[in-house]
């Protein structure tokens, strides 16, 4: 029997890219599954299975919104295993040329809607006695990006999240981690320009971008019970690009 089986998850932005990949992962893998859209309903249903994989409107920027899904979620499956803090935004410019909207923005969601949804998870897992929250971050937190001193910023944040809450909850038997990610095909590096995806490959020593399911078969060992002794790490997962 898989060690998803009857474990319920939340993934946030989980209707495209990696998060849909993840959901997708936890599905086929017994788990049920409620996962995040801002505005693409449609694209979200693609994905939708009956009460198994659900889809839930919320943005993560409200703290309010976020509390009320949670508690949609603890009150439709009874309880909360697995949280995949994954909904993320970029809004790339040089900081001479940034807005303090485009700053907002990307903190807001990145990182403030981090703390948004893991509160309320938090609460439940400390019930439970039990959990598994996963971060999905990125090496321009660890290594900066220029053109991105906000999203580094927010997903440097998401480090720092990440390593303090596996110390507030490992004596509870919860579980902090998260994958700091290299470039990925999906929506938002299929826009980048020629130039620079052709100047991205030649940093990454593998030669090639990774795929959405790349990224989801590193989450499911992460949220597997064979991952049950590693907790505040920093999985990269970016084809070398970091060394």
């Known amino acids: 029997m898989s060690s998803f089986q009857d474990k319920v998850a939340i993934v ?17 893998n017994g788990a049920k599954v409620a996962f995040t859209y801002v505005q693409n309903k449609a694209l979200a249903d693609e994905i939708a299975q009956g009460d198994t994989v659900v889809p839930y409107q919320a943005d993560v920027t409200s703290f309010d919104q976020a509390k009320d899904l949670v508690k949609q979620v603890k009150e439709r499956f009874g309880r909360i295993d697995i949280l995949v803090n994954n909904a993320g935004i970029t809004r790339d410019r040089l900081l001479a040329m940034m807005s303090e909207k485009d700053w907002d923005d990307v903190i807001d969601t990145n990182l403030k809607g981090v703390f948004n949804v893991s509160k309320p998870v938090v609460g439940a897992m400390l019930r439970q006695r039990s959990g598994t929250i996963l971060n999905i971050t990125s090496i321009s937190g660890i290594v900066g ?27 509870a038997n919860i579980n902090v981690n998260a994958m700091a990610l290299g470039f990925v095909e999906t929506d938002m590096t299929a826009v980048l320009k020629e130039e620079y995806r052709t100047a991205a490959l030649a940093q990454i020593p593998l030669g090639r971008f990774g795929k959405a399911e790349n990224m989801a078969d590193v989450a499911m060992f992460l949220l597997s019970d064979k991952a049950n002794y590693i907790t505040g790490q920093v999985i990269q997962v970016d084809g070398g690009l970091a060394i």
């Open 145 to 171: 990006m220029p053109g991105q001193v906000n999203y580094s910023s927010s997903k440097a944040g998401m480090i720092g999240f990440t390593k303090a809450l596996a110390k507030e909850m490992a004596r």
């Open 12 to 28: 946030t932005g989980g209707s495209r890219g990696i998060g849909r990949a993840i959901v997708q992962a936890l599905a086929a």
